[in-house]
Structures are given as C-alpha cells and as structure tokens.
C-alpha cells in the first residue's frame, strides 16, 4: 500500500490539490473509485467540488447528501460523487442499488462517507483521509493507494 501526507493550511491549497487530482483522475485508467473520509467540516465536499470544478463542471455543484448520488457526464467518462452520511445501516448501501456505478468501465466514483456503507461497498483505488490539524486551522490529507491505478495517482500527485 503506498501512502502520501499533504499538508493544507488553508482553502486554497485545498482546491490546489483538488485541481491537481483532478487532472490526475482524467488519465487515470477507468473505473476508479476514490473513497473521502473524516469528520464534518473536515472539507470532503470542498475537495470534491473543486476536483469537479476543474474537471469543467459548471454551474452549481450541489452535496448528495440527501440525493445519495451526483452524476457529472463528462466528455470521455461519467463521474459519480456520492455521499452516504445519512445511511443509518450498511444494508442500505445493498437497498440503494448503488453498486452497478462501481462496475461501469468508463466511471469514476467519487465517495463520502464510506464508512456508512460498511464492508459492502467495493474497495477503493485511493482512500483519502482528512483531519483537523492540532494546532492550526488548516487540514492534513492522507491519501493511501489500494490498486495499481491508485498508486499511479499517489505517484503523480507526488511530482
């Protein structure tokens, strides 16, 4: 497992790391799916919105956090962000038939909250990991590869 720590001391480094997985998620071998953990506030939907920003979405980027699913159709792939805050029990992930966007070969799925969903949602490319920091108002990001194609991301997102 490859594992790479970012430092994000405000926002702004935020989206930049936001944009730069972006462009590293549009060479990506397809599907992908990358998995956003940690707790509210932590800026999962900010890191999202600004990979979806630069991935050419327009307009508004709402939250699925009562939809469950956003889906983006882009020029050369679909991309899924999901939000499964409000799941109460891991069987809803089963119930929601959620599980056919992680098996279509041009898609990239795009998961917060995925612990909600339990040991039934499909394992992730890249887990990414956000914390609070100690003793600032900035952010850490862990980012941690479990596939070939999520270790070709860490890898270039290193450069």
């Known amino acids: 497992m490859t594992t790479l720590a970012i430092e994000l001391p405000d926002?702004?480094?935020t989206h930049s790391v936001g944009?730069?997985?972006a462009r590293l998620v549009e060479e990506a071998p397809k599907p992908l799916a990358v998995h956003f953990s940690g707790p509210l506030g932590a800026g999962k939907t900010s890191l999202v919105r600004a990979m979806l920003r630069s991935l050419g979405v327009q307009g508004s980027i709402k939250s699925p956090s009562y939809a469950l699913v956003e889906p983006y159709n882009l020029l050369n792939f679909s991309v899924y962000h999901f939000d499964f805050y409000r799941f109460f029990d891991q069987n809803e992930w089963v119930d929601s038939g959620f599980?056919?966007?992680f098996e279509l070969?041009?898609?990239v799925c795009l998961v917060e909250w995925p612990e909600?969903?339990?040991t039934l949602l499909p394992r992730p490319d890249v887990c990414?990991?956000?914390a609070y920091q100690e003793r600032c108002s900035g952010r850490r990001l862990e980012l941690l590869a479990h596939s070939d194609a999520g270790r070709w991301l860490l890898q270039h997102l290193e450069k």
């Open 11 to 13: 926002e702004n480094a």
């Open 19 to 21: 944009q730069k997985l």
């Open 99 to 101: 599980r056919e966007y």
């Open 105 to 107: 070969q041009n898609a």
């Open 116 to 118: 909600k969903a339990g």
């Open 128 to 130: 990414v990991r956000l």
